[in-house]
């Protein structure tokens, strides 16, 4: 992995960037937590590459914030979210489909990953043109939108692309009823759409660096699930 910078129309912003050995099977866009572009999202880029994709994870807090915030402390990290924008959310993607179209990624190859916060802009950028396919971990704004965008159950019926979302039945701040809901939103949308959830897993299942919320069973399906999604649906 190697940090590299793009300049867009909000200033220049910082991504991790991960290659594979051979051929990739596709690209795909990471998009970061609410504690910013974190070790624990850069390490995600070099997981996809080993898993064959070229992997990119842009650093969407770069108008506000130089470094990632600590999963201690969520005070500091409320007006930076508050902050954002559609409008900067939009660049941003743009910015980095922009980047892998100029490393040789066509519309059909390129896909976005999200956690938390960027689960729900993962999906969002299902609803644009450049992706080929999305996938949401435990993205929060179901039933009400954030950062200027509508809320989860209002985009997803506009989905563009294939759209894998996955989620953990204990998550406080996300209830089953709205990932039901989300469930009948997305199945409206005129691709294929899939929810998994895990009964025993809570909010931020899938992240190692905290151990309080980390779930080893749901996280190792839920990777496992994901590679497979974007090896089905992403040219090669």
């Known amino acids: 992995m190697e940090m590299r910078s793009l300049v867009n129309t909000h200033g220049t ?18 998009l970061q937590e609410a504690f910013g572009l974190t070790d624990h999202i850069i390490g995600l880029t070099d997981r996809f590459a080993d898993a064959g994709f070229r992997a990119v994870a842009p ?27 559609a409008a900067e959310v939009s660049a941003d993607l743009d910015a980095t489909i922009a980047y892998l179209n100029d490393e040789g990624f066509g519309e059909g190859s390129i896909g976005t990953v999200g956690f938390c916060m960027g689960g729900s802009l993962s999906l969002f950028a ?19 939108g954030r950062f200027g965008l509508l809320s989860l159950v209002e985009l997803a019926p506009s989905l563009r692309c294939p759209w894998l979302g996955l989620y953990g039945d204990l998550d406080v701040s996300i209830p089953v009823e709205e990932v039901e809901a989300l ?5 409206s949308a ?47």
């Open 59 to 85: 650093e969407l807090f770069h108008r506000a914030a130089d470094e990632a915030f600590s999963y201690d402390n969520f005070e500091p990290i409320m007006p930076v979210i508050q902050s954002m924008t």
């Open 183 to 187: 469930r009948v939103a997305a199945s």
């Open 190 to 236: 005129p691709v294929t759409t899939e929810i998994i959830r895990y009964p025993n897993a809570g909010h931020g299942f899938h992240c190692n660096d905290r151990p309080d919320h980390f779930n080893a069973e749901a996280s190792a399906d839920a990777w496992n699930r994901t590679v497979q999604f974007f090896e089905e649906n992403l040219e090669r």
């Open 13 to 30: 912003m910082k991504i991790a960037d991960a290659r594979p050995t051979g051929k990739p099977k596709g690209a795909i866009i990471v």
């Open 126 to 144: 299902g609803t644009r043109p450049g992706i080929a396919a999305a996938a949401t971990f435990y993205g929060g704004g179901v039933a009400t």
